[in-house]
């Protein structure tokens, strides 16, 4: 149905005021996504998500035959590539991803592939925290590091966040030119083969920022 400007707005404000329930790190990525949403993009949203208006607000129903399921894991859907998110590392284990709520300049989210828990947490994850750990001192030169672990809907993660000399640890928005320069700055490039001819690989430099994955997630 097409959305007057008033409805279309009060639809993302309740959106969002759900979505703040979350105890979720990553919940202002949700929220950012949801207001940049076109009329078109909105109608799509609540079709896929199940989820209807009336003037007594928005409600959501189950998809068919996913009664009594959980909804989707929101770090299941990052690590899938179904939610946008500024990548710095990847390995077949876990992915490294930039905090666009950071704590301090360069807060980096470990985040395994896989739904597991804290106590099954794949010493590949935790390797990796280690090497951006250590990208960070060199790039970003902090006084110190604060690692740490937690979890959500099962799903672990591990923060590492720079501490900087004089300068308290406060979470805000990063702007998107920010995360930018900082992914541009820590991510890993992936190398081609020594042995192929030179100029050939040049021109397989990766892509994959060059289009975002359409977003399809449920609001629990």
Known sequence: MPFTPEIAEEIKKQLISEIDKLPNENKEQIKEYVK?????????????NKIKYSDTGISQEPAEGEEGKEAKCIFCQLTQGEIP???IAETKKAI???????F???????IPQEHTTIEKMPKAALSLAQKIAKKLKKKL?????KIETSSFQGHPMVNIIPIYKDIPLKKSKATEEELKKLQSKLETKT???R???EGEDKTKKSDDLSKLP???FRIP
Not at 96 to 102: D, F, G, K, S, T
């Open 104 to 110: 301090s300049k360069g807060h980096v989210i470990i």
């Open 141 to 145: 030169k902090p006084e110190d590091l």
């Open 96 to 102: 490294a991803v930039l905090e666009i709520n950071p």
């Open 191 to 193: 190398r081609a083969k």
């Open 214 to 216: 359409e977003i399809s």
């Open 85 to 87: 998110s500024y990548k």
């Open 36 to 48: 940049n949403l076109d009329d078109e993009g909105l109608e799509e949203f609540l079709k896929k």
């Open 195 to 197: 042995n192929k001819q």
